[in-house]
């Protein structure tokens, strides 16, 4: 919780200046501590005391200061973010301001300024009047960064009494929770999304091909229920192989069964879209006729494809230069308001940093380590589910209504 | 009767030019020659006692509220501690007011540039303590500062409602008690009175709204715009003899008999 060091110096104690304050304090939503207390030793010897005070948010905490400092408190730490110069290209100061992915303010030229683009592990840079979150790597000799934690301000998640279905989902995730009503909740918070003008995201695993969720999340997507889709080279991979041989990774998404040479299918289909250029083109030339990524092309819904060490090919859209793969997810972030992460650990992870905590997760994996790791990672505001992502992909967009344009 | 010193401005240039407190409308103006009447009412209501002498300064034209002189600081003994005025109408006034010091020998003390004080206006001294009103015209902080000035002990009274804007509308200390309007102050402030004085007088809104707080005590006397019934027999009980003397053009401004005049000992 933001928090901030308070004087109450005077004849606080007769006048009952002291009580007045702390109740003040409590009155309007805060919560105090006494640092130290000087009482005065004679009548003529004024008292004094520093308090520090908590409030929810660091908007409250400047309301509550603000109203007491009309009672005679002064403030003790109002000072401005020191700065100093990055030494280096992709280096920071040393003593540079950590971010987490909590609402955060900088104190310059005695304004707090908000830091836009919060995202955790960052420095702080401060340009033309603005500050930001900036990842170390894009740190530019001569950008002036923040340093140390003095004049820098983290608002504390609220906490809110909601009395929904994923109240009790805060806590560790389990399998053995109901999941209708985990099903509707996510429909609720999907539609409440769009209502809001925000984009929902779907960062997805190959398992959703795999396991057979391709058509719903194909629906959801041409429904306009899915704006956004962040993956790495497998879930196109076996989606297009899925399209052009009807098997992922070989195994036949009808009966199940491995089909002969099938283990080549996803290296040819990776030569198909290869030789043709780009997926889009694949789509354009009705080579692609169906599919996710079919449905992406067509419904115009961006996809950014982060790759990994182990990939085949890759797709010729896959980045392959991790940097330059979070820079590209970064572009999209700012108007996400809800992601569903579902059967991936290394791209919910990696997503996840990228995530201020004013956008909701959902993280969907059959194995609990996912959703933990997730959260372990600092990705607080995630609730876990964990169950088979496929058949929760499959009620989820059964649960949803028709067309997205209806709904909303 | 021991001596006693006051200092006065004339209302020459006295009226309603703005609007910085609920009392104040432009719209009321205050008849010029009525004022001049009331103040020299005033004037020599207190002259006329024994012993009690009042200075004059010169008034300025376009500061209308250098009349109300027991804003100009506070004074104890030959120490001034000027004022620093919260509206931009009155600070102007600073100036005169510490020249008149200077040249009358007083040393001249000036608070922090960042706080607000508004002199005797908001400092009384009262059965031994200095009490400080606080909020709509003086900080809290300024108090402390005053305090590290004098080594003395001053306790700060939350005011609450804006037409009681200065302490010396709402308190009035008499030998070792006082007269209040309770409803000026905040609960803190009130149970520090009801402390303090046992024997207090508290008046009712309506005598409040005659200023029957803005009162001159000058050895048994008081005198104060008007008095109720009910009042002057509280403050004859006491020993006390009320003399009332119209203000009505000053209330107009949010001042009466205590606000025109500033106690030099």
């Known amino acids: 919780m933001p928090s901030e060091v308070v004087e109450l110096k005077g004849h606080i104690v007769d006048s009952l200046g002291l009580p007045r304050v702390l109740d003040a304090i409590l009155a309007q939503g805060g919560t105090f501590e006494i640092e130290e207390i000087e009482i005065g030793k004679t009548r003529s010897e ?10 929810p948010t660091a908007e409250k905490l400047e309301t509550l200061i603000a109203y007491i400092e009309k009672e005679g408190v002064r403030r003790l730490d109002q000072e401005d973010a020191r700065l100093e110069p990055a030494p280096k290209d992709g280096v920071f100061p040393d003593e540079f301001y950590c971010t987490t992915n909590l609402p955060t303010n900088v104190r310059i030229s005695g304004a707090w300024l908000p830091v836009e683009r919060i995202e955790m592990d960052c420095g702080i840079a401060v340009e033309d009047g603005r500050a930001y979150a900036a990842p170390m790597n894009r740190a530019r000799r001569g950008q002036m960064i923040v340093v140390g934690h003095t004049g820098v301000r983290v ?41 809001q003008g925000k984009k929902v995201l779907l960062v997805a695993g190959p398992a959703i091909v795999h396991a057979g969720a391709s058509a719903s999340v194909e629906r959801m997507i041409r429904q306009g229920w899915i704006d956004l889709l962040f993956a790495g080279n497998a879930l196109p991979l076996h989606d297009i192989e899925a399209a052009l041989y009807g098997t992922a990774l070989g195994i036949s998404l009808e009966d199940g069964k491995p089909t002969p040479h099938g283990h080549e299918h996803h290296l040819r289909a990776l030569n198909t879209v290869r030789r043709i250029g780009s ?16 449905a992406c092309v ?48 290394l791209h919910s992870v990696a997503v996840g940093n990228l995530l201020p905590t004013s956008v909701e997760v959902v993280c969907v994996d059959i194995n609990q380590v996912t959703v933990t790791k997730l959260l372990d990672r600092g990705t607080h505001q995630a609730v876990g589910v964990v169950t088979d992502a496929a058949l929760f992909m499959h009620e989820l967009s059964a649960a949803l209504p028709e067309h997205e344009e209806v709904a909303v | 009767m021991k001596s006693a010193r006051f200092l006065m401005c004339p209302p020459d240039y006295y009226g309603i030019e703005y609007e910085i407190n609920p009392w104040m409308s432009r719209k009321r103006a205050a008849d010029h020659d009525l004022a001049v009447k009331q103040w020299n009412d005033l004037h020599r209501a207190l002259t006329s006692l024994p012993g009690l002498t009042v200075e004059l300064m010169e008034p300025v034209k376009g500061l209308p509220d250098i009349v109300f002189t027991a804003n100009a600081g506070l004074v104890v003994g030959d120490l001034f501690i000027s004022s620093r005025f919260r509206h931009p109408e009155r600070q102007g006034e600073t100036r005169y007011y510490e020249e008149w010091f200077a040249d009358h020998g007083y040393r001249i003390e000036r608070l922090p540039d960042d706080l607000q004080f508004e002199g005797a206006g908001d400092l009384l001294r009262a059965g031994g303590a200095w009490f400080g009103g606080y909020y709509f015209r003086t900080d809290p902080q300024a108090h402390a500062s005053v305090s590290d000035i004098l080594g003395e002990e001053i306790l700060p009274l939350r005011l609450v409602d804006e037409r009681f804007y200065h302490l010396d509308t709402c308190f009035c200390p008499i030998g070792d008690s006082a007269i209040y309007y309770p409803g000026a102050f905040d609960e803190y402030a009130l149970r520090v009175l009801r402390e303090r004085f046992a024997d207090a007088i508290e008046v009712a809104p309506e005598e409040a709204e005659q200023f029957a707080c803005n009162a001159v005590v000058v050895g048994n006397w008081v005198i104060l715009n008007s008095v109720s019934p009910k009042l002057c027999k509280a403050l004859s009980d006491r020993g006390y003899t009320c003399h009332p003397v119209e203000l009505s053009e000053f209330i107009k401004s949010g001042g009466s008999a205590k606000c025109l005049t500033l106690a030099l000992s």
């Open chain 1, 279 to 294: 997926i889009a083109e694949a789509v354009r030339q009705g080579v692609l006729t169906k599919g996710i990524m079919h």
């Open chain 1, 298 to 345: 067509t419904s115009g819904v961006p996809f950014v494809l982060a790759g990994s060490i182990r990939d085949d090919g890759p797709l010729p859209e896959v980045i392959t230069d991790v940097l330059q793969a979070q820079d590209a997810m970064r572009a999209h972030i700012p108007d996400v308001g809800l992601a569903l992460m579902v059967a991936t650990a």
């Open chain 1, 46 to 55: 004024q008292s004094c005391a520093r308090i520090t005070i908590e409030a």
């Open chain 1, 155 to 195: 608002d504390a998640p609220e906490r809110e009494d909601s009395h929904d279905v994923f109240e009790f989902m805060t806590s560790t995730a389990s399998s053995e929770k109901p999941k209708a009503p985990i099903i509707s909740e996510v429909v609720r918070r999907i539609i409440e999304t769009k209502q």
